[in-house]
């Protein structure tokens, strides 16, 4: 792939790594709430770009389509948002972490065979800490099908990234977290 | 069901391919000629090229930084860019760049670096102030494809030769001026086969890479939308782009030109005497092929 990129230039975006991946989330949780006294926040989203579809009126019905499916299928709500860099969420809200990330797994593979699975940005699951008034997000990338920590101050765009460390070091058995710090992008004002 | 592949262009493949093939004929053909004429001496250029060529590759990045007064920003300086950045590399798997912004009201792009790793994206404060974000984000994507299609290491190999050519030439020239006359045969000199064989190397290699920089330009103009699935918004971009630089005078875009292969738009306008010599497709040509592109995609374009 290097090589033919070298010689020809990127012809595609890369697929979805296997998705698998995301269930991790659901167990990694218990450690998270005990560990860690972070509590699920009730809600997870599903980051992508709607642009590149085929045709722009044919990706409006297919997600419109793709809420009715996920809404027969599961017990959890789900609404399409846009943010404010012009990217699609479609939120999901559950109380049941199980159940969240089931759908949220749904979501993604109802996504990819309607053909956006090359536009899947992200998976965002927030969680809230008892103690600290400070939000915290596991992030996993479709791309390189990982998860990574992603802690804003609140002040404008920082992150705290000495907690952000210290859940990568915390949660890594448990967790596939992204080696690779230059790939851990941050999602500001997620719309959940 | 699985989606259109709109990033295969087998034209431009085969047509970079046939210039890469005719640029290492030509090496190859420019090497057997000097070797056969005179084998020792030879090396000792070959080290001093491959050196600089090793050195241009390996500064690349603080060189074309330098070059254009690009300053790095932290996340914190530039928060929205780095966002838009992080973003479109999470889309197109690749590491996040360092980003940097050149201070001047001319809109403008450029990425360098001779790896993922040390690669940098800059933009003009001009291009942040004048296009809107859909536009930026094309322009950023175009940039970001120049790295994920190692377009340094490309241009630096395919420039190796013609620079031991440029070399070449002046020690060939120099060593007929003012070296010794003994050999006064009917032979010709030395010294004028290998100026000759230079100059007409160095002509023909300018030519092909700069063909080939035009290929990579298309490229990357694909790349981008492919990544940001909107072509319309980088043609949109490149028109500002183009009619914001004419507007400029060419003074102040001197001391970037050495740069110029990496930018979205070459920062010299002038008119060239043809496409053969510039090393950006004329604007003309990058529109109707990102239509083109847009009309696979069925994108609405007007």
């Known amino acids: 792939m290097g090589l033919r990129d070298a010689l020809f230039g990127r012809s595609k975006l890369k697929d979805p790594a296997s998705d698998d991946r995301l269930f991790a989330m659901s167990t990694a949780r218990i450690t998270l709430q005990s560990d860690l006294d972070l509590k699920p926040a009730g809600a997870a989203g599903v980051c992508f770009r709607a642009l590149s579809a085929e045709s722009f009126i044919r990706a409006e019905n297919d997600l419109q389509e793709l809420l009715d499916a996920v809404a027969k299928e599961s017990g959890s709500q789900v609404e399409r948002k846009t943010d404010d860099l012009g990217y699609e969420w479609l939120v999901v809200r559950d109380q049941d972490f199980e159940d969240l990330v089931t759908t949220v797994h749904v979501v993604a593979s109802e996504l990819e065979a309607r053909g956006f699975g090359p536009q899947l940005l992200a998976a965002v699951f927030p969680f809230d800490g008892n103690f600290k008034e400070k939000r915290v997000y596991w992030i996993y990338g479709f791309k390189p099908g990982a998860f990574w920590p992603f802690v804003p101050t609140g002040e404008g765009q920082e992150r705290d990234n000495a907690e952000e460390l210290e859940l990568k070091a915390k949660m890594e058995k448990e967790l596939p977290v992204e080696q690779d710090l230059t790939r851990w992008f941050g999602l500001f004002n997620a719309p959940l | ?302």
């Open chain 2, 1 to 302: 069901m699985k989606r259109k592949a709109y990033g295969r262009d087998f034209g431009l493949t085969s047509r970079m391919l046939l210039t890469s093939f005719l640029l290492g004929l030509l090496y190859v053909l420019f090497a057997v000629v000097l070797f056969s004429v005179f084998n020792v001496g030879l090396y000792f250029g070959i080290i001093i090229i491959g050196g600089l060529a090793f050195f241009q590759y390996f500064t690349s990045d603080k060189l074309a930084l330098r070059a254009s007064g690009a300053r790095i920003v932290s996340e914190e300086e530039a928060p929205q860019l780095h966002a838009m950045i992080e973003r479109l590399c999470g889309m197109a798997d690749l590491k996040k760049p360092r980003v940097a912004i050149v201070d001047t009201p001319m809109p403008n792009a450029f990425a360098t670096g001779r790896n993922q790793k040390r690669a940098v994206v800059a933009v003009t404060t001009g291009l942040w102030d004048r296009l809107d974000e859909k536009e930026i984000e094309g322009v950023l994507a175009h940039e970001l494809t120049h790295i994920a299609n190692r377009d340094v290491l490309v241009m630096t190999l395919a420039s190796f030769f013609a620079m031991l050519a440029g070399l070449m030439t002046r020690i060939g020239l120099y060593s007929g001026m003012f070296g010794g006359r003994g050999n006064n045969n009917n032979t010709v000199p030395v010294w004028l086969i290998v100026a000759v064989v230079s100059i007409v190397t160095y002509a023909i290699s300018w030519v092909l890479i700069r063909t080939l920089s035009r290929y990579r330009e298309y490229a990357a103009d694909r790349g981008s939308a492919v990544i940001t699935g909107a072509p319309e918004y980088l043609m949109s971009a490149l028109q500002k782009i183009s009619s914001q630089m004419t507007l400029i005078p060419q003074k102040d875009l001197r001391e970037v030109q050495g740069v110029s292969a990496l930018f979205i738009f070459p920062p010299s306008v002038k008119k060239s005497l043809s496409e053969l010599f510039m090393d950006h497709p004329p604007l003309e040509k990058r529109l109707a092929a990102l239509a083109e592109i847009a009309r696979e995609m069925g994108r609405p374009v007007d």
